[in-house]
């Protein structure tokens, strides 16, 4: 008969004790929340920063396509009423063979990606485009010929279209949404309208003179504008400062102190400034940015910066991790909520945990002028 060996009752206790370690996750879990608004009756706008880095690499292209995906999917649980992207919408404008270490896509393929993102919006929300300095020349702003209207005609998204006021010539002398402004009403009782305009990267004086008069118009006085450009302030880690001077070789340029100093202080009704490119670190707070000055009629100015795409793994990384900004205006007119938010995070209970970033410069409250 087999001898039977018995194992002391402490000994099995330390074994399920182990198991029990060792089967734990090496984070703690936080009880995740889906995105919902705080209150039923407010509405919200996303903030798309620079998608530059998932369209330059082919696998990334597809995190940026997942993005807009969760974007259609939570239109009417958010009341998603507007979208916004701060530009460099690709890495290169025009090439034709890339050099595999600043990306793997020649600019078609990147403009096609990009382009393949947002159609996921086109009829289901109304989505503004800034154009950034790597949506112009060859590689990066050697001079302003963009493929952008190629891939985004005024009446590409029908729903944008019913926005659109007017545009002004580009570069060339074409109009196009490079410089549009946009009249949006969220539809809440007793909203005030947005006036919003995009203007491309660091805009030539005619069209800083051309967005001066349209915000002046009488019929706009008491709009809330907003500004949506690509480059504008720095981040938190250097104080937030309005950028002063760039390297790029483009003659006839404001840069962020000068169209501070020569659109957004002297108009009236300008309340809001989105911006993104600058990314000084690869942590949040690099990559972040936010002020507050007044205009010339007494009203406070937000102005945010918001770009995400050395967030994961630098400039050669993922293209941000699919970080995004929703805000949330409350039924009260002048409240905004601003939360940061994930869906690449968000697709896997595994993840889940990382899908919001509650520091303060990332979850914050700012308030309208009346």
Known sequence: MKKTTRIPFNRVLSLLAALLLFSMPAFPQETYREPALSDSKSWSMILLPDPQTYSKFGRNQ???????????????????????????????????????????????????????????????????????????????????YSQFGTYFP???????????????????????????????????????????????????????DWASAVAARPE???????????SYIKSRVLDN?????????????????????????????????????????????????????KNSAGQKVHQMMFNAQREAGGWHGNGGDGWLRILEFLPDGKTVLVKTFSPFFAISPSTRHLAWRTESYDEFSFELSE
């Open 62 to 144: 597809g995190i940026f396509e997942l993005m807009t995906a969760w974007i259609r999917e939570n239109a009417d649980e958010l009341n998603v009423k507007l979208v916004l992207c701060t530009g460099d919408l690709v890495e290169q404008n025009y090439i034709l063979e890339p050099d595999s270490v600043n990306g793997n896509q020649t600019s078609r393929e990147q403009w096609k990606a990009v382009s393949s993102g947002f159609s996921r919006l086109d009829g289901i929300v109304p989505y503004v485009l800034a154009t950034g300095n790597h949506d112009y020349g060859y590689k990066s702003a050697e001079n302003r």
């Open 154 to 208: 005024p009446d590409r998204n029908p729903l944008t279209e019913a926005l659109l006021v007017e545009m002004a010539p580009n570069a060339a002398g074409v109009k196009t949404l490079e410089n549009a402004c946009y009249e949006f009403r969220a539809g809440q009782d007793n909203e005030r309208p947005f006036l919003v305009f995009s203007l491309e990267f660091n805009p030539r004086k005619a069209v800083v």
């Open 220 to 230: 706009y006085k008491d709009h809330i504008a907003v500004v949506l450009t690509h």
């Open 241 to 293: 400062i309005h950028i002063e001077k760039e390297g790029y070789p483009l003659k006839d340029v404001t840069h962020g102190a000068a169209l501070f100093r020569e659109l957004i202080q002297p108009s009236e009704n300008i309340q809001l400034v989105f911006s993104g490119h600058v990314a000084d670190t690869e942590g949040h707070e690099g990559q972040t940015g936010f002020r507050t000055d």
